[in-house]
């Protein structure tokens, strides 16, 4: 029995990782304490029951998760005012990454740049139709996004300068390269050298592929571990998005697969027809939260409540949906709301948010409602008149 103490930090140190992958000393020391600490038991439990790989060291703790679904697009890298890589600024990251794997301990933005930009030239990106200048403002900008996604994850520190007065005026910038981050940021199960496919989502899959099982015990086990990865990561796991070998081991061991990701994790099973979905009571282990405050909360949750009563909707419909929510709650919005072609915006943030909570399907211009959307449906108010409140008016009147 593990006394309730050694628990709960136990757990806590799991949810770090849960939380955080990649956990760095000078950001995250209490937690990377805790890992260090009960880093041998936290290894055999996510060997055991998800095949992740986790590493640890005086610096730097990284879980080596992989997603659930390699064609998830719902969780992308973020800039600095919160949008979403494109494919330009993936490959750039990628060049930038094996620029900085060749650079000395320390190197400046602009030698950054320029080694980013001779491996651009390479044939194999032009073949495939990639082009990269710093001619414009709006090409460096590129850059300085993938260098500040590099400054969060403490792969690379700022020394002197600062990114902006590079985009302005061309001013340089001096980090500190990182090794130890810099070594331990790529998560495939294999070295990117021994893929062989030529298409993109072929060296994707070799990137992430596992061993095949051979056995029945081998095959049950890449299944629970297939499984728990998916009720760690995902917000609600559908049955009708399983296959039928996955799906029926799920239901026959949903209870005590949820029962280890509980007790090791605090998060607790909510069990319903349609699927499972693992409930985090602290709201802590998720990147999107539904609900927000400020215009981008309230248009999503009214969205939301919206198509938990019906089973699909149209972009167009739901694009008047919204112009009429924000002509009803321009007083309390942002500006601007009201303005012509501002719902399309508006709808585009919350079905964005909707689709990475496993709330919604967008499948061209028709958005379909899963299941769990239910919770946000509203019943018309009930008033219910008590004796007690009928005298209480008469005894005021008379």
């Not at 902006?164 to 390269?177: I, M, R």
Request: net charge negative; glycine share 6%.
């Amino acid at each position: 029995m593990i006394p309730a103490e050694e628990q709960a930090q136990r757990r806590a140190a799991l949810r770090a990782l849960l939380a955080k992958p990649l956990l760095v000393a000078e950001t995250d020391s209490e937690a990377l304490v805790l890992v260090r600490r009960y880093l041998t038991g936290l290894r055999e439990w996510l060997s055991r029951e998800t095949g992740w790989r986790l590493v640890a060291d005086s610096e730097t703790a990284r879980l080596f998760k992989t997603a659930p679904a390699l064609s998830d697009t719902s969780h992308p890298a973020r800039g600095h005012n919160k949008e979403p890589f494109g494919r330009r600024r993936y490959v750039t990251l990628c060049l930038a990454l094996s620029a900085l794997a060749r650079a000395d301990a320390q190197t400046t933005l602009g030698s950054l740049a320029d080694d980013v930009l001779t491996a651009a030239a390479a044939p194999e990106l032009a073949g495939c139709g990639f082009t990269l200048t710093l001619d414009s403002r709006a090409d460096r900008s590129d850059l300085v996004a993938v260098v500040r996604l590099l400054l969060g994850w403490r792969v690379l520190g700022r020394v002197a300068g600062d990114e902006e007065a590079y985009l302005s005026a061309g001013t340089d910038v001096l980090y500190d390269v990182r090794r130890p981050v810099l070594g331990v940021l790529l998560s495939g199960t294999r070295g990117p050298s021994t893929v062989t496919a030529a298409r993109f989502e072929g060296r994707l899959a070799e990137l992430a592929a596992e061993p095949v099982a051979e056995t029945d015990e081998l095959r049950n086990q890449a299944l629970r571990r297939r499984l728990t990865r998916r009720l760690l990561e995902d917000p609600v796991v559908y049955y009708d998005e399983l296959d039928e070998a996955e799906r029926a081991y799920l239901l026959s061991q949903r209870h005590a697969i949820t029962r280890r990701i509980e007790e090791a994790t605090g998060l607790i099973p909510e069990l319903r027809a349609e699927g499972i979905a693992m409930v985090d009571p602290e709201d802590e282990l998720t990147d999107v939260r539904m609900p927000e405050q400020r215009t981008d909360g309230h248009v999503t949750l009214l969205v939301a409540e919206h198509l938990a009563r019906r089973d699909h909707a149209t972009r167009d419909e739901l694009h008047a949906f919204v112009r009429k929510a924000a002509a009803e709650h321009a007083s309390y919005w942002r500006k601007g709301v009201t303005e012509p072609g501002a719902e399309t915006e508006l709808l585009a943030m919350a079905l964005e948010k909707l689709v990475a909570l496993r709330l919604v399907e967008v499948d061209g211009h028709m958005v379909r409602s899963r299941p769990a959307i239910a919770r946000f449906a509203l019943d018309e108010p009930t008033v219910r008149e008590t004796r007690k409140a009928i005298a209480d008016v008469a005894s005021a009147l008379f």
